[in-house]
């Protein structure tokens, strides 16, 4: 009988997590159809999704990135530290994140204060 209980508890549980993330995604659907709108048109239009290469036609302080967390998720590690190295910071703050709001169903804390520094640290990567 325990075990039955612990097993509904779970299944709760998981069905709470995907309820929230279907939630956060249907929040945020119009943003996300605009942004994808945006990264075919450019990428169609200028072959560049970057708004600084478009206009001043140098690469941002992010650009690679996107590339580099391809290389991440692929198991390249070494080739994703050579694209971007600031991926590795940006995967942790998004795993945190994850990790804060899907499993333990809290707010993480310092979030905000956490993307201002790594974005500091890239921008100020990218000036070296």
């Not at 249907?26 to 994808?36: D, E, M, N, Q, R």
């Not at 994703?80 to 333990?104: C, N, S």
């Not at 993480?108 to 000036?127: G, N």
């Amino acid at each position: 009988m325990n075990h039955l209980s612990e097993k509904n508890i779970e299944e709760q549980s998981k069905e709470t997590m995907f309820s929230r993330v279907k939630k956060d995604l249907l929040l945020v659907k119009i943003p996300l159809l605009v942004l994808i709108t945006y990264c075919v048109v450019t990428e169609l239009v200028f072959h560049t999704v970057c708004p600084t290469a478009i206009v001043f036609g140098e690469p941002c302080s992010g650009c690679g990135l996107t590339r580099a967390g391809f290389l991440v998720l692929t198991g390249q590690f070494s080739k994703a530290a050579q694209m971007h190295v600031m991926i590795f910071f940006w995967m942790f703050l998004a795993l945190y994140a994850v990790f804060f709001r899907y499993l333990l169903r809290k707010r993480p804390p310092f979030l905000i204060t956490l993307v201002i520094l790594v974005s500091m640290i890239t921008a100020i990567y990218y000036l070296y």
